[in-house]
């Protein structure tokens, strides 16, 4: 079998290492050769990656370890460039969170005006990982985890539309793991899906096993008693705020009962409920700055000193098995059916050609092919027209450099009540982005 070299782009992240574990879990479906980590914060990346070193070596010391900040040594001879850049760190996701909470709209690091702040400070890095790559691995894929999605999606389209990226979310790889397991499945494998919507902002249309067993009405029945809350510990994240997320799945029954829909729609459709409960001075940044950013680097610098990993609490997840099996469709043609970010063209037959939307998927050796959802609702459709006018505005303000798209981007959001709010969060956000942003005109 084929083995790949395997590039992780933001090797200083708390995901890293979750990452190379699954990649060593799996290497009898999807062998490797190298795994090599890259981070333009060099400090921050050896905590991490000193004791992936470690990791590797006990679990096969044949597989090559390497970690740089050099972009020719670390984008020469991969097969896959898995990215998930964190631009600014916690301390900017913290303001992308703050500054609208200060205006009395929700703050959240995907959706709304934080996710608009975040993917303006993304996509000129994800932009120049995909110029590296090309340049040193001109045969590789960029598998992009890196968030905002659909904003760094759109912009990816515009500026590189025939590099060879495949945009992914693990958002609705979570929330598919709960519902099997609410309804005593071993996982999401054992469900086919049909989904439509934009990353973040989407619903599941159709749940079925394998046998072609309607599922939704188990899964409706859970959600209804208790959203996407579940009574078991497994599960990547459990901060509160999440929690309260999981728990807004009841609700969003409610407003669409034909449908499952993604958690992060309680941004958009529950704003008001999301601000007056939110505890503004502690949010979900901060959660993470003091839960599982200060757990992982505890355990990596546990293992450096000790010399061995054995018994980490470093484990694989949700975002590491969807990445490692898009690799693996990708070399050796397997047909996957997976959710991914790709241009519409007819996928939703009456909504817009070059809109980013995600949709399930066939993946192969040649890339993918997304499967055809048909027509979809007007209550649906509706939203989804704002929300991607306010993503392409963003990316156009970027391009353009201008002022008043993107601060027409800002008021196109559903999150956001007027004009004049969002003027006051834009300038908010140009003091605190000055180091990332372009200058705005």
């Known amino acids: 079998m084929k083995k790949s070299s ?9 995901y890293t290492a979750g990452i190379v574990v699954m990649l060593l879990e799996s ?9 090599k980590l890259y981070d333009n914060d060099a400090e921050r990346q050896q905590k991490v990656a000193e004791a992936c ?17 050099d972009p020719e040594e670390s984008f020469t001879d991969v097969d896959f460039v898995m990215a998930q850049l964190r631009v600014g760190k916690y301390a900017m996701r913290e303001q992308d969170e703050k500054i609208p909470f200060k205006h009395g709209v929700v703050g959240q690091e995907t959706c709304g005006p934080g996710g608009i ?15 590296y790559m090309e340049k040193y691995s001109p045969d590789a894929w960029l598998l992009n985890y890196s968030n905002p999605a659909a904003i760094v999606a759109e912009g990816t389209r515009r500026l590189r539309p025939n590099s060879k990226i495949i945009n992914i979310c693990d958002m609705p790889i979570c929330l598919e793991d709960i519902m099997a397991r609410a309804i005593g499945l071993q996982n999401r494998k054992a469900m086919e899906v049909r989904y439509f919507g934009l990353n973040h902002f989407g619903w599941w249309t159709s749940i079925k096993d394998h046998d072609g067993n309607d599922l939704m009405e188990k899964i409706k029945a859970h959600v209804g008693k208790q959203g996407y809350t579940e009574n078991t510990p497994a599960g990547q994240h459990k901060e509160a705020s999440w929690l309260d997320a999981m728990r807004a799945g009841k609700e969003l029954l409610d407003i669409e009962p034909k449908f499952l829909s993604n958690t992060y729609l309680k941004y958009y459709l529950m704003a008001d409920e999301t601000v007056a409960h939110a505890n503004k001075e502690y949010t979900r940044a ?25 018994g980490t609490t470093l484990h694989s997840n949700e975002h590491a098995s969807f990445i490692v099996d898009l690799a693996k469709a990708l070399t050796f043609n397997t047909k996957e059916r997976m959710l991914l970010i790709t241009e519409n063209n007819g996928a939703i037959s009456n909504f817009s050609d070059d809109a980013m ?4 998927c066939i993946v192969g050796k040649n890339g993918y092919e997304p499967l055809t959802m048909g027509k979809i609702p007007t209550f649906q459709k509706g939203l989804m027209e704002q929300q991607i006018a306010s993503e392409k505005l963003a990316i156009e303000g970027w391009i353009e450099g201008s002022y008043q798209k993107v601060w027409q981007s800002l008021t196109m959001s559903k999150t956001v009540p007027s ?13 605190v982005n000055k180091e990332f942003w372009p200058e705005l005109k």
């Not at 470690?54 to 090559?64: F, W």
């Not at 702040?117 to 120049?128: D, E, K, N, Q, T």
């Not at 901060?286 to 054995?310: H, L, P, S, Y």
């Open 27 to 35: 290497v009898k479906e999807f062998p490797v050769r190298k795994i």
């Open 6 to 14: 395997v590039l992780i782009a933001g090797g200083g992240s708390t």
């Open 117 to 131: 702040a975040y993917g303006l400070r993304s996509i000129g890095p994800i932009i120049g990982l995909v110029d």
């Open 419 to 431: 004009a004049k709010v969002a003027k006051d969060i834009l300038d908010d956000f140009i003091e």
């Open 357 to 360: 939307v995600e949709v399930p």
């Open 53 to 69: 070193a470690i990791i590797v070596k006990e679990y096969d010391p044949e597989i090559e370890f390497s970690y740089s900040t």
């Open 286 to 310: 901060n959660e993470i700055i003091d839960g599982r950013e200060k757990e992982v680097f505890a355990e990596c610098a546990r293992i450096v000193e000790a010399r061995t990993a054995k």
